[in-house]
């Protein structure tokens, strides 16, 4: 292997004098262990063999773990600042146990400084969507992709460090404080049995401030109302501090004070350049505050593209399978649709019959 290029990194670890061809895989584990800050040096202790400068990138990343992680992190480093998608789903499909498809062929991608709205009515998939492009699933058919790489190779550390999740629900069953559960949102960048830092706690009490719960940082969870919680959780995404956000109906549980709050906070985000993907059942919201929207109907994409290009009588009355009226709001200039009552629905159906319902995509 003469001559091969190896990785500065690993220049670094030969002039301390490791022996790094000789790293074996009992090694490996005790080197996960103490994670990337502690280097296969310490696997050996000493070492004298200077050709092992000569060791290939590959094999040497493949003697240390927490080398290949530094070397990763190295390699997507443009892909996580260039211009090309953060995150990105190609034909993903997932089933659960004896059901079927709950998501179908999707292809979306998330770009730079971006809201993304996933719509749909009940069941639709976007829930399970978005769990796959969390890595919480993993997509029977296609794949997801972060930074350029498939999510699947990336270790759960890496990816919490990259997408923080609001999910539909939280259950906390322990008496935590508020300050606590934000504080949950530091997990990733924490080592084995370590406390948080001042600047842990900075990035805690900044987060909280943001979404207006730092008066709230001494009371239990059990203590808040549903839509107090949901702001907590939203807090201790941000402190999270990562490129990709992704909410599960953020809006559930609160008035519309802060409903508009919360989406005003994502547009924000947005604005410094980080990118947020976003379930919401309110297409006026969608319409106002999104970038672009999905459309889902029975776990497949009936229509994408900006909220006027897919919020339409058309699509809305096909897929929700009701009567609605779609306007368009004179102060926003957004897509306002509106639900109608019964007996305003009984009358465009004698008058122009019933909503075409929307094609059931084929099983695959």
């Not at 493949?62 to 789903?89: F, I, K």
């Not at 009515?121 to 296609?142: A, C, D, E, F, M």
């Not at 609001?166 to 606590?180: A, G, I, K, L």
Request: positive net charge; aromatic residues 6%.
């Amino acid at each position: 292997m003469a001559g091969a290029a190896a990785h500065p990194l690993a220049h670094r670890d030969v002039r301390l004098g490791h022996r790094a061809h000789r790293c074996k895989g009992k090694h490996q584990g005790e080197t996960e262990r103490h994670g990337a800050k502690h280097s296969v040096l310490a696997c050996h202790g000493r070492a004298r063999w200077p050709k092992a400068a000569r060791c290939s990138t590959r094999f040497f990343a493949s003697c240390s773990p927490a080398l290949a992680r530094r070397q990763r992190n190295v390699v997507n480093e443009p892909d996580r600042n260039g211009t090309g998608p953060l995150l990105a789903a190609e034909a993903v499909s997932f089933r659960y146990p004896r059901q079927d498809w709950a998501v179908r062929n999707v292809t979306l991608d998330l770009r730079r400084g971006e809201v993304l709205g996933i719509l749909g009515p009940n069941g639709s998939g976007k829930s399970t969507l978005l769990r796959l492009l969390s890595g919480w699933l993993r997509p029977q058919q296609g794949d997801v992709w972060l930074f350029g790489r498939p999510l699947r190779k990336y270790a759960p550390r890496e990816i919490a460090t990259a997408i923080a999740v609001v999910p539909q629900e939280t259950h906390v069953d322990f008496p935590f404080s508020v300050m606590e559960i934000v504080l949950m949102g530091r997990a990733p960048y924490l080592r084995g049995f370590s406390f948080e830092s001042p600047r842990d706690v900075a990035a805690a009490r900044a987060a909280m401030e943001r979404v207006g719960v730092l008066a709230l940082a001494g009371r239990t969870i059990q203590e808040l109302s549903g839509g107090e919680r949901q702001r907590v959780v939203v807090a201790r995404a941000l402190a999270q501090e990562t490129p990709i956000l992704l909410l599960d109906e953020p809006g559930a549980f609160l008035d519309v004070h802060n409903v508009v709050e919360i989406y005003d906070l994502l547009r924000d985000l947005a604005a410094e350049g980080r990118s947020v993907v976003t379930v919401l059942h309110d297409l006026n919201l969608a319409a106002l505050y999104c970038d672009r929207v999905f459309l889902l109907h029975r776990g497949a994409v009936f229509a994408h593209g900006t909220p006027s290009e897919v919020i339409t009588y058309r699509n809305i009355t096909q897929v929700f399978e009701t009567e609605v009226y779609v306007d368009r709001n004179d102060l926003t200039g957004a897509v306002n649709v509106l639900p109608l009552s019964r007996p305003y629905r009984e009358q465009l159906r004698r008058e122009f019959g019933g909503p075409q319902r929307a094609q059931a995509p084929r099983d695959q």
